[in-house]
């Protein structure tokens, strides 16, 4: 046993001066080489995307499970580049970060997939209820213009700034009214769902022609609600 001792004794002294690495070091499961400040950058802009992303469909309860589904996705696939062992296979860590960015890309566009079918089914919807509940019998008046319970004068009524394509507010539906008065548009024309939409950023379009703040729908700025728009409005 003293033996043991003298030879034990000589070898662990020479692990201390030498900086020889310990068991524990040598059996420490290996760091992630998939996190690096490249895939770290890349994280961050995803992230940005995404809530750019979810931001127009915020208020849309039903569009709540697929927000979800794509902020938990989004997480898993990080996770899994965090993980010990990541890249440390047969591809190394560039096949990782591939399947990382495939993996983000494949939940966007369900995500995108799936919010475009809620809206479409909204929008369809809120115009079949427009179109039942608020075209009525129209008093017709001789060269004039027909006056139906929709044609709300709303020509003094200022705008609020922020209007745009995906927003719905009571501010659309102020810019709805008034492009309806403004533009004279019939009873079939007219859609005051809220909803700033298609059919609106088209109505916008004709107001900044008609009022020459652009040339035609191609120019830019054509469609947004802006400074210039906004102005042109609330003077009216």
Same mark, same amino acid.
């Given at each position: 046993?003293? %033996?043991? *001792? /003298?030879? $034990? /004794?000589?070898?662990?002294?020479?692990? /201390?001066?030498?900086? #020889?690495?310990?068991?524990?070091?040598?059996?420490?499961?290996?760091?992630?080489?998939?996190? *690096?400040?490249?895939?770290?950058?890349?994280?961050?802009? @995803? @992230?940005?995307?995404? +809530?750019?992303?979810?931001?127009?469909?915020?208020?849309?309860?039903?569009?709540?499970?697929?927000? =979800?589904?794509? +902020?938990?996705? @989004?997480?898993?696939?990080?996770?899994?580049? +965090?993980?010990?062992?990541?890249?440390?296979? %047969?591809?190394?860590?560039?096949?990782?970060?591939?399947?990382? =960015?495939?993996?983000?890309?494949?939940?966007?566009? *369900?995500?995108?997939?799936?919010?475009? %079918?809620?809206?479409?089914?909204?929008?369809?919807?809120?115009?079949? $209820?427009?179109?039942?509940?608020?075209? =009525?019998?129209?008093?017709? $008046?001789?060269?004039?213009?027909?006056?139906?319970?929709?044609?709300?004068?709303?020509?003094?009524?200022?705008?609020?700034?922020? #209007?745009?394509?995906?927003?719905?507010?009571?501010?659309?539906?102020?810019?709805? +009214? %008034?492009?309806?008065?403004? #533009?004279?548009?019939?009873?079939?024309?007219?859609?005051?769902?809220?909803?700033?939409?298609?059919?609106?950023?088209? !109505?916008? $379009?004709?107001?900044?022609? =008609?009022?020459?703040?652009?040339?035609?729908?191609?120019?830019?700025?054509?469609? !947004?609600?802006?400074?210039?728009?906004?102005?042109? !409005?609330?003077? #009216?």
């Amino acid at each position: 046993m003293r %033996k043991q *001792t /003298l030879i $034990i /004794l000589p070898i662990a002294f020479f692990a /201390l001066a030498f900086g #020889l690495p310990s068991y524990a070091a040598t059996t420490a499961p290996p760091t992630s080489k998939c996190v *690096t400040a490249s895939t770290k950058a890349t994280y961050v802009n @995803m @992230m940005a995307r995404m +809530q750019k992303d979810i931001l127009p469909y915020k208020e849309l309860p039903a569009a709540s499970a697929a927000i =979800k589904t794509y +902020q938990d996705n @989004m997480d898993v696939a990080w996770e899994a580049m +965090q993980q010990p062992y990541c890249g440390y296979g %047969k591809y190394g860590s560039a096949s990782a970060v591939h399947s990382y =960015k495939k993996n983000v890309e494949r939940t966007r566009n *369900t995500f995108l997939a799936q919010v475009k %079918k809620l809206v479409a089914v909204k929008i369809t919807t809120t115009s079949k $209820i427009a179109t039942t509940t608020e075209v =009525k019998p129209a008093v017709v $008046i001789p060269e004039k213009k027909i006056v139906t319970p929709t044609a709300i004068k709303t020509t003094a009524v200022r705008l609020p700034s922020g #209007l745009a394509r995906g927003v719905k507010s009571s501010g659309v539906t102020l810019l709805q +009214q %008034k492009l309806a008065d403004v #533009l004279n548009l019939s009873a079939a024309e007219t859609l005051v769902t809220g909803y700033f939409g298609p059919h609106t950023e088209t !109505l916008v $379009i004709r107001f900044q022609i =008609k009022n020459k703040i652009i040339t035609d729908k191609n120019s830019p700025g054509a469609g !947004l609600v802006g400074p210039k728009t906004l102005a042109a !409005l609330n003077a #009216l």
